[in-house]
Structures are given as structure tokens and as C-alpha cells.
């Protein structure tokens, strides 16, 4: 599974400085699938925030789609296909 958008910007946001907004082909898909990047940010936010003992918060994109995962521990999103 090789992302889309690259794994750069993870590691670009990370930065002191980091953060903002993504790259224009990204920032189209989150206001498209979830209305805005600032309802994207709160809903990650609030995965991340809720998720109960050890775990994740992913975005991913499943039917052409982008959407919001939350797994525990070690799981990733790959152990969710079907």
C-alpha cells in the first residue's frame, strides 16, 4: 500500500515550525470528504482524544473516500480490510 500523498508530511509536521495546512491535493480531499480541513482536524482530534487505552488514530481512505479510523494497541488500519 503505498500512500498518495507521501509520507513527508507527517514527518514535516513534526517540526517545531510544523503543522498548517497539507499540500493542495490533500487539503481538496479532506474538504471534500469531510467539509472542511477544520472538521477534519476536529474529528481527528476527537478520535485521538477518545481513544480508549493505547492505540491510533488514522486517516485512511477506503472506497474512494477518505475517512477517520480508530484501532487499539498495535492494530493498523490493514487489519480492518475486508
Known amino acids: 500500500m503505498r500512500p498518495k ?5 507527517y514527518w514535516h509536521s513534526m517540526a517545531p515550525s510544523g503543522g498548517g495546512q497539507p499540500p493542495a491535493p490533500l ?9 472542511s480541513f477544520e472538521t477534519f482536524k476536529a474529528q481527528f482530534k476527537k478520535a485521538a482524544l477518545t481513544q480508549f487505552g493505547g492505540g491510533w488514530a488514522w486517516l485512511i481512505e477506503k472506497d474512494d ?4 479510523l480508530k ?12
Open 5 to 9: 500523498y507521501g509520507t513527508t508530511f
Open 27 to 35: 487539503l481538496a480531499r479532506l474538504e471534500k470528504d469531510f467539509g
Open 65 to 68: 473516500r477518505l475517512s477517520i
Open 71 to 82: 484501532t487499539g494497541n498495535a492494530e493498523t488500519p490493514l487489519t480492518h480490510q475486508g
